[in-house]
């Protein structure tokens, strides 16, 4: 199975990989997946993992590389063991497709039979009613329409519908990182979607109504000097990092978007 | 009938707005999803529905982006308008890009206002795809050409010919700056309608039932009623003694703002539910497949 994992830049992506790579080793009671065999070599993986075990943010990704992660995985059901390959990709690159400059996404010489798509916020666009009036600009000239002036909910889904494009892959999952800090608000992640971004929420019941909804927390918890010690015990408790599926169910599995696409 | 045909197969492909590099915004075109610019593109639009053609006519500074805007950010927020729930639009970044200039508009920023609005020859055609549980699906198209084009429309003779469109629209909103038909502009802002009515009329684009609608926008703006009464109606007689047709509706807005506007959201509802009026509640896809129909009647 080829699973790209898409999002915008600082969506979580890279994070996750490195709370899922230390999940597969150790797993927690129930996983879906976990490791069949351990990749013979460990060193991007750490790279990825170290600063997660460290309550520590994670170095962005660099911007022009794709680096492919090969996984041999067991499916804890059956037995069943599953190559999956999951690309780390900056989020820019994604990004850049908006803007049709993102060759390296095009070129990328694979055909992934699904993807998970990242968010972190979906801010709407802002009503010009919202803005006061006195917020007046002393500029002279009519500032150019960027990237920062498209929506998020409008630069995910022209995200979606290109890398459909380019990519056909038949399945989706879509989610909603950082959920710790949304689960007081939301029952869920479609409630989630569906309050912040109507026109996403249709866009994607309309072209892909099979697609899983997650919310995500890789991290656990927002780092502060104050949560370090808990967020160390319940690495170790296997409690840290957590998913909330669209029934509103919350799990420790970190596995389960991969699983659900498999 | 064979308007309609060219707009289908493209037998008389639309000549695109010369436009001069420099009127440009700088950076058009380099998104994805951006407004269309090209008429005959509709026709990849439409093969799953009937698209219903709203054109806003209006010179510079007349609201019909902030019009398109409020429209885009009305769809965006709200479950559904009349039932119909936006799903999907070819034209996302031309929507956001209007979006964009409406803000600048309403944050007073300190530039020329001939500069925050859309600029001449910018891509114009924005789509809307809209769903209904019962009725299903439908596709709105608005286009919204810089006041700039419409100037060049008036001021020069045969130039709307080439504006497929319009020649098949199903509805035209005129936008009428209500503020400036109240003071020393008026004769300007009636002189440059009667210019290209006479143009749009000698050009043949009144002889099909299209809607036609006067929308007369910044109407908070308007200090004397009575004064604003009499150069409305004075507008429409003499719209209509021009192109020797009824105006069928008229309006009054604020197209800048949704707050406690439900004047505005009825006209986005009608847009929505009568720019086509259907002979049933629900049509037969059949009978709305209407560019197979013309290709065929051509062969």
Redesign the interface.
């Known amino acids: 199975m080829k699973c790209l994992i898409a999002g915008m830049p600082s969506t979580g992506k890279t994070t996750f990989i490195g709370a899922l790579s230390y999940l597969l080793s150790n797993p927690v009671e129930g996983q879906a997946l976990s490791f069949a065999e351990i990749p013979a070599d460990f060193s991007y993986l750490n790279r990825l993992q170290q600063p997660w075990l460290s309550i520590k943010e994670v170095d962005r990704t660099q911007i022009g590389g794709a680096t492919n992660i090969e996984l041999s995985l067991k499916r804890n059901t059956d037995g069943n063991v599953i190559s999956v390959s999951l690309p780390d990709i900056a989020g820019e690159n994604f990004q850049a497709i908006v803007q049709k400059q993102s060759q390296l996404i095009k070129d990328w010489d694979s055909e992934p039979d699904s993807l998970m798509l990242f968010i972190k916020d979906l801010n709407s666009s802002v009503f010009a009613d919202q803005f006061q009036n006195d917020d007046t600009i002393k500029d002279t000239k009519l500032p150019s329409f960027d990237m920062k002036d498209i929506s998020n909910e409008v630069q995910n889904v022209l995200i979606l519908k290109e890398l459909h494009n380019l990519f056909p892959w038949k399945k989706l999952a879509i989610c909603f990182t950082a959920w710790d800090v949304y689960q007081n608000d939301y029952s869920n992640p479609r409630e989630y979607l569906k309050q912040n971004s109507r026109f996403m929420n249709n866009f994607i019941k309309r072209y892909f109504p099979d697609a899983k909804l997650f919310g995500i927390s890789a991290q656990g918890d927002i780092y502060s000097t104050e949560n370090v010690e808990s967020l160390i015990e319940k690495t170790e408790n296997g409690q840290r990092s957590f998913v909330v599926t669209e029934d509103g169910i919350k799990s420790y599995d970190l596995t389960l978007p991969l699983s659900s696409l498999i | 009938m064979d308007d309609k045909i060219e707009l289908i197969t493209g037998v008389n492909p639309a000549e695109v707005p010369a436009v001069k590099p420099a009127e440009r ?3 058009i075109g ?4 951006e407004a269309m610019s090209d008429d005959q593109k509709i026709n990849a639009l439409m093969s799953s529905s009937k698209p219903e053609i709203t054109v806003l006519v209006g010179f510079v500074g007349y609201g019909k982006t902030s019009f398109v ?1 409020s429209f885009y ?1 009305t ?5 559904d308008i009349a039932g119909y ?4 639009s070819e034209t ?2 031309g929507l ?2 209007r ?2 200039l ?10 020329a206002p001939e ?2 609005r859309t600029v001449l020859g910018e891509p114009y055609l924005l789509t809307f795809h809209l ?1 209904h549980p019962q009725y299903g699906d439908k596709l709105v198209v608005i286009s919204d050409h810089s006041g700039e084009d419409y100037a060049d429309y008036a001021a020069k003779k045969g130039k709307i010919a080439d504006d497929i469109l319009i020649k098949n629209a199903d509805r035209i909103m005129f936008f009428v700056d209500s503020e400036k038909l109240c003071n020393e502009q008026r004769l300007s802002l009636t002189t440059q309608y009667q210019q290209l009515l006479r143009n749009m009329k000698e050009n043949g684009l009144f002889v099909r039932k299209t809607k036609l609608q006067l929308v007369f926008n910044k109407i908070d703006k308007v200090n004397d009623e009575n004064k604003f009464g009499k150069e409305k109606e004075k507008l429409i007689t003499n719209f209509e003694d021009i192109i020797n047709l009824k105006i069928g509706q008229t309006f009054e807005i604020r197209a ?4 406690n506007n439900n004047k505005l959201i009825s006209l986005f509802e009608d847009i929505i539910l009568h720019t086509v009026e259907e002979t049933s509640n629900q049509p037969q896809a059949s009978s709305l497949d209407w560019v197979n129909e013309m290709i065929n009647k051509k062969k």
Do not use: P
Request: proline share 0%; hydrophobic share 35%; no cysteine.
């Open positions: 915004a700088d950076n380099q998104f994805i999803g805007s950010q769809l965006l927020q709200k479950e729930a936006f799903y999907d996302l970044v956001e890009r979006s964009f409406r803000r600048l508009n309403d944050r007073n920023i300190e530039i500069t925050k769903s800048n703002s949704l707050k």
